[in-house]
């Protein structure tokens, strides 16, 4: 069991930045995980927004999100982060945190509460 607690969202304006946390809290070591970021809009479908393997040798990014958003991590900490420039109001969502079952970062097996980030024009 996997327990997983966003943080860090919250209202601004376009063009700014924020950065979200996730702390986990695990049977095993947070470092076994393949975790990963999500977002979901008002009306829309949740919808995939970066992955991060084991020990951060490996990222991954949505198009709508690539060279804006950083995913990382502190495997000391056991915390997920996603450092989010260049905010436009199209990434208004919630966002949430998930740990990915295996290295093919497909199935999700925990997701977080999530966190609302509101960007305004």
């Known amino acids: 069991q996997v327990q997983l607690v966003e943080s860090g969202g919250g209202l601004l304006q376009a063009g700014g930045s924020l950065r979200l946390s996730c702390a986990a809290s695990a049977g095993r070591a947070f470092s076994s995980y393949h975790m990963g970021w999500f977002r979901q809009a008002p009306g829309k479908e949740r919808e995939f927004v970066a992955a991060i393997s084991q020990s951060a040798d490996n990222t991954r990014y949505a198009d709508s999100v690539k060279g804006r958003f950083t995913i990382s991590r502190e495997n000391a900490k056991n915390t997920l982060y996603l450092q989010m420039n260049g905010l436009k109001t199209e990434d208004t969502a919630v966002y949430y945190c998930?740990?990915?079952?295996?290295?093919?970062?497909?199935?999700?097996?925990?997701w977080g509460q999530g966190t609302q980030v509101t960007v305004s024009s």
């Open positions: 998930a740990v990915f079952r295996n290295y093919f970062w497909h199935t999700v097996d925990y």
